[in-house]
Nanobody
Framework: QVTLVESGGGLVQPGQSLRLSCKAP???????????LAWYRQAPGKQRELVAL???????NYADSVKGRFTISRDNSRKMVYLQMNNLKPEDTAVYYC???????WGQGTQVTVSS
């Protein structure tokens, strides 16, 4: 059952930015807030990989490939998690998914394509 909803994907040129959003419309705030939250991505023919994680205490962790370019953040009052992606590269092209840290809840994914 899809319990998270992503948005914000699209087609951009290399060097441009996108901001992905993910909301949890079926969760109440008191359930959402304690979750660690993550963004994953899956490129064609590749395994799904963890891109960024934010804990309930707002500690963050990033894949080496996106460090310094991507920023994960959360707004518990809105039950939202965000992924700001700057200086996008063609190798960032993938379907991006948000998920809870325990992998219990997932979104349906949003496509990000970086191409000139």
């Amino acid at each position: 059952q899809v319990t998270l909803v992503e948005s914000g994907g699209g087609l951009v040129q290399p060097g441009q930015s996108l901001r992905l959003s993910c909301k949890a419309p079926r969760m109440i705030t008191s359930v959402f807030a304690p979750y660690d939250l993550a963004w994953y991505r899956q490129a064609p023919g590749k395994q799904r990989e963890l891109v960024a994680l934010i804990t309930s205490d707002r500690d963050t962790n990033y894949a080496d490939s996106v460090k310094g370019r991507f920023t994960i953040s959360r707004d518990n009052s809105r039950k939202m998690v965000y992924l700001q992606m700057n200086n996008l590269k063609p190798e960032d092209t993938a379907v991006y998914y948000c998920a809870t840290g325990d992998s219990k809840h997932w979104g349906q994914g949003t496509q990000v394509t970086v191409s000139s």
